[in-house]
């Protein structure tokens, strides 16, 4: 279906995982958080205002605050959401640092890292 979708559909028809794949081949920035090189520029809005560095983390230690109490664009850019927004590259572990495909998943999301590398090291 991809070698399909490369020949003939490429800007006609979109198709959301084949799109991703594409623009890490050519070395385009990732249209979604999962893919780039660092996340945390997806937050989330809760209905009652809350604002969390990412809806994969609601949890109380990624609160950033409210938005009855605090302006959107100064939660962006708080200190704690600047250091969760870099913590996905920088917490990759020396096994995933050396994979010839980390252009393309950039370790994926931090979520996701529960497993441990074959030589041992947690993904966390």
């Known amino acids: 279906m ?5 020949k003939t559909d490429v800007g006609q028809i979109y198709v959301m995982n084949f799109e991703w794949a594409l623009a890490a081949c050519l ?14 520029r997806a937050l989330i809005l809760e209905h009652n205002g809350d604002v969390y560095s990412c809806d994969h983390f609601m949890y109380p230690e990624y609160l950033l605050g409210n938005l009855q109490q605090t302006d959107f664009a ?30 393309a998943c950039h370790g994926d999301c931090p979520k996701k890292r529960f497993a441990h590398t074959p030589d041992g090291a947690n993904q966390a």
């Not at 991809?2 to 490369?6: K, L, T």
């Not at 927004?85 to 980390?102: R, V």
């Open 27 to 40: 070395r385009l920035p990732s249209g979604i958080c999962l893919f780039s090189k660092d996340c945390g």
């Open 2 to 6: 991809f070698d399909e979708w490369i």
């Open 74 to 103: 100064r939660l962006a850019n708080f200190p704690q959401q600047i250091k969760f927004d870099a913590s996905k590259s920088q917490a990759l572990p020396n096994y995933c640092q050396q994979c010839e495909f980390l252009f």
